[in-house]
């Protein structure tokens, strides 16, 4: 009998997972499927597991998509294929998609699973989408992402029953949101104080519940309702009264770490009145403001960090209870608490107008750290400067069109100190998850080591002379893009300005060569330039090394600003061009040796030998 059963079990394992080839447009129903050449053209996601499934791009299909212990890859030249309807993915990799969905979320990652190079386009007229992706579970990563014009939220009258045009919203803890773009999440809302949306958000539906090592790093985020918010517990208009300091949910050892946000509001958007920070860290951000700030929304949206500690609580049967703030985590008139929320090596800048100051924090917060704030004239607001923070003029720190340092950014380089995630785990009750966090804080945004120099810069990006230069990285773009060795030349013009250059063409890899540019001001009040090479789109990114896959070693190298040439790199893989920075002359032996030596023979002065070569982001690099 257990011979039998063994038998039994033994013929189920011998299924074998397959390949499948569709194309919408070249396919035929009639052929097997099996290669390129014979692909089908009706989809359907085929039975069984292991399996791995292969679109044609310039495909288009309207359906659902289920992806459940599967892999969907692309393959081909032209714009991700497209599905008109809601995509979703567990314990599997969804690669290269474009989700067209019209309601719900675009795209749903439910648990150890991987979203890459994929896309959540929210321009139909029809598109009343909440959330461009959906994080549930644990174990996903979404990467390399590009998720634009989302323009729908649900205004139902309180706080907790409003919302939507959130770019990405994660609902579950071990996540990792990284090198993603969103542009355009912004929706009117009445009872959210006339906007609503955002690029990254964590929420939880569930009282008492802990959301924890989640790690937001090496993102862009441009004309939407705030770079980041978090609050957890249940949100509906009857659920009672989660503003109960008993009811809270939990947020802890997560970072927001390395990103950029042009004209996006704030960089945080706290819930202190529902929820409990513990060990939240907000590191090397570069937030900017220009003028579109003004334009795109109002005055009332210019804070850079905040919080919601009271509540009026509208709930039927609750009797109009008000709840003013006051845990162990965050003070009744002073704020968040030590190790609760850090904010650290950020770069803040104002730059609405010459004249003009906007008050940039309207919470209070004990650890705040090496921070730059511009102008010298800027109104921080909730907390008091500290002894190792500025206020500078903008010109002082001398960036490039797209926010980066250069050699005369002497006020941020070298100025900023060592981040990680175990300093106040202490705070927290569940403990750090190094492996979340192993690309965070070792990498800027161009993916160049960090630290280069003495220390740590400040912002986003870290100057280095000698490191090399990256590539605007990336795989296929926005609507165009290729596989295999062809370049794309093509992309969606973000908001208006002239086509950006995009990033260098990676020899096994496609060009990132879309972008557009974004109608930002720059640092001189003029057009923000975010535009060209994504950063590891493409290939699955290394997340246990700076090393991101990517393509064949690149032939090309690409001018960066100013006119200063990137050196050519080499990636690792086999698909795209993520290709990472190559070691410079500092890094070579010959170059230790005669350090080595200078030191022997009567001391070296030792000069931080930096250059940045600026990546320019865009909505269209991934």
């Not at 063994?6 to 397959?18: G, I, K």
């Not at 692309?74 to 599997?92: F, H, K």
């Not at 008139?333 to 107008?353: E, H, M």
């Not at 260098?504 to 496609?510: I, K, P, T």
Request: net charge negative.
């Amino acid at each position: 009998m257990a011979i039998g059963l063994a038998a039994v079990l033994s013929m189920d394992s011998f299924v074998v997972a397959a390949d499948y080839y569709f194309d919408s447009v070249g396919g035929s129903d009639s052929a097997d499927g099996k290669t390129e050449a014979t692909a089908k053209q009706k989809f359907k996601m085929p039975t069984g597991t292991g399996n791995t499934v292969y679109l044609k791009r310039g495909s288009s299909w309207t359906m659902g998509l289920s992806v459940n212990n599967a892999t969907v890859k692309t393959y081909g030249d032209g714009a991700r294929p497209a599905i008109t309807g809601q995509v979703s993915v567990s314990n599997g990799t969804l690669q290269g998609v474009c989700s067209k969905a019209t309601t719900g979320n675009g795209i749903n990652a439910n648990g150890n699973s991987i979203v890459q190079d994929c896309e959540v386009d929210g321009t139909s007229p029809d598109a009343k989408l909440n959330v461009g992706i959906g994080v549930m579970g644990t174990g996903n990563k979404i990467l390399d992402c590009y998720i634009h014009d989302l323009n729908y939220s649900v205004s139902g009258g309180q706080m907790d029953n409003s919302g939507g045009a959130e770019a990405i919203m994660v609902m579950g803890s071990n996540n990792e949101v990284a090198y993603n773009t969103a542009v355009n999440c912004q929706s009117p809302n009445t009872t959210l104080g006339g906007f609503e949306g955002g690029c990254w958000e964590i929420v939880n539906g569930k009282a008492k519940s802990t959301i924890s090592n989640v790690s937001f790093h090496h993102n862009y985020c441009e004309k939407s309702i705030g770079m980041w918010e978090a609050s957890s517990g249940d949100f509906s208009a009857s659920g009672g009264n989660i503003q109960d300091p008993a009811n809270h949910g939990i947020v802890e050892n997560v970072t927001v770490s390395y990103n950029v946000a042009v004209d996006s509001m704030w960089m945080f958007l706290l819930q202190p009145v529902n929820t409990d920070f513990k060990n939240l860290v907000f590191a090397n951000n570069t937030i900017v403001h220009t003028p579109n700030t003004m334009g795109w929304f109002d005055a009332s949206h210019t804070a850079m960090g905040l919080d919601v500690h009271t509540y009026t609580n509208g709930a039927v049967g609750d009797g109009g209870t008000t709840f003013d703030t006051d845990t162990p985590y965050y003070k009744k008139g002073a704020g968040f608490q030590p190790g609760t929320v850090i904010v650290k090596n950020n770069l803040f800048i104002d730059n609405i107008s010459p004249t003009k100051q906007y008050m940039m924090f309207s919470t209070n917060l004990t650890d705040h750290f090496n921070n730059i704030f511009v102008p010298a004239k800027a109104q921080v607001g909730g907390f008091a400067q500290g002894e190792t923070e500025q206020k500078i003029d903008l010109a002082s720190l001398a960036l490039t069109d797209h926010w980066h340092l250069t050699a005369a950014s002497t006020p941020a380089i070298d100025k900023g100190a060592v981040v990680d995630m175990t300093s106040n785990g202490s705070v927290a009750t569940t403990a750090v998850d190094p492996a979340i966090f192993a690309t965070t804080f070792n990498q800027d945004i161009d993916k160049h080591q960090v630290p280069c120099g003495f220390a740590v810069d400040i912002g986003a990006s870290e100057y280095c002379e000698g490191a090399g230069g990256s590539q605007g990285t990336g795989g296929a773009k926005a609507t165009g893009g290729t596989a295999g060795s062809v370049t794309g030349t093509g992309g969606v013009q973000s908001t208006g300005g002239a086509q950006g250059k995009g990033g260098a063409q990676g020899s096994g890899g496609a060009q990132s060569a879309g972008g557009a540019r974004s109608s930002g001001g720059s640092s001189g009040g003029g057009g923000v330039q975010p535009s060209g090479g994504s950063i590891g789109s493409g290939g699955v990114t290394n997340t246990g090394a700076a090393t991101a896959a990517g393509g064949a070693s690149s032939t090309a190298s690409t001018a960066g600003t100013g006119g200063t040439t990137v050196a050519q790199t080499s990636g690792t893989g086999n698909k795209g061009c993520s290709c990472e920075v190559g070691q410079g002359s500092s890094g070579s032996p010959i170059g230790a040796i005669v350090a080595l030596l200078a030191l022997l023979v009567g001391g070296l002065t030792l000069v931080a030998r930096r250059r940045r070569v600026a990546r320019k982001h865009s909505p269209e690099w991934s």
